[in-house]
């Protein structure tokens, strides 16, 4: 007995077509799509963060500077917090930060903390050091929310020394600060 498949066999152009017609397979894991393409190069690169699954990229010198000094919106403000941490888009995957310090001092007056006294961090960083020089600056203390936009923050004026963790940079060939972590209070 025959199988039915020698028996039948399919013109090569009539298979052909068949095959043009039928959709692409799709790819499992990273595939070209043309519509990001189209966005912004900033906001492209929001929305991979934020829509990511891994681990998040280093933030760059720019990022690190409008994350953790002051912006055009002054210190004393009411609800300074609130503001400035939705309009600098400070979060973590749209998550809101439970505490966020922001320095009222130019960035390059914080750079100096990096070469400070070697101090204990908070959230598991084993490397800080604080600054030398008293500074101005807010302490941002989640009230509500868990998604940046319920975000509501307590704004809390300061003046002490910055506890920073610094990293290094390749270009200036200095550490620079990249996050503050605390501001120890003067004695």
Same mark, same amino acid.
């Not at 000094?69 to 439970?98: A, M, N, S």
């Given at each position: ?32 799509? #043309?519509?990001? #393409?189209?966005? &912004? ?12 699954? /891994? ?25 300074? !917090?609130?503001? &400035? ?7 973590? +995957?749209?998550? !809101? ?14 750079? +100096? ?10 959230? /598991? ?17 989640? &009230? ?6 319920? !975000? ?8 002490? #020394?910055?506890?920073?963790? !610094?990293?290094?940079? +390749? ?17």
């Amino acid at each position: 007995m025959k199988s039915l498949i020698s028996k039948f066999t399919w013109p090569l152009p009539l298979l052909l077509l068949l095959l043009l017609l039928l959709p692409p397979p799709k790819l499992h894991g990273n595939y070209w799509d #043309y519509r990001e #393409y189209e966005l &912004e190069p900033e906001l492209r690169d929001f929305l991979r963060e934020y829509e990511s699954t /891994g681990p998040t990229k280093p933030p760059t010198i720019k990022r690190i500077i409008e994350m953790i000094t002051v912006g055009e919106q002054p210190l004393d403000e009411y609800g300074y !917090c609130d503001t &400035e941490l939705k309009t600098k888009q400070i979060h973590y +995957k749209g998550r !809101c930060y439970p505490e966020h310090y922001i320095a009222g001092v130019s960035y390059q007056k914080l750079i +100096k903390a990096c070469s400070g006294e070697r101090v204990q961090c908070k959230n /598991g960083v084993k490397f800080c050091r604080r600054g030398t020089d008293l500074i101005e600056g807010v302490r941002c203390v989640l &009230e509500t929310g868990k998604r940046m936009v319920d !975000c509501t923050y307590k704004t809390i004026h300061m003046t002490g #020394y910055p506890v920073v963790s !610094c990293q290094w940079d +390749k270009k200036a060939q200095i550490f620079i600060p990249n996050h503050i972590y605390n501001m120890l209070l003067p004695e």
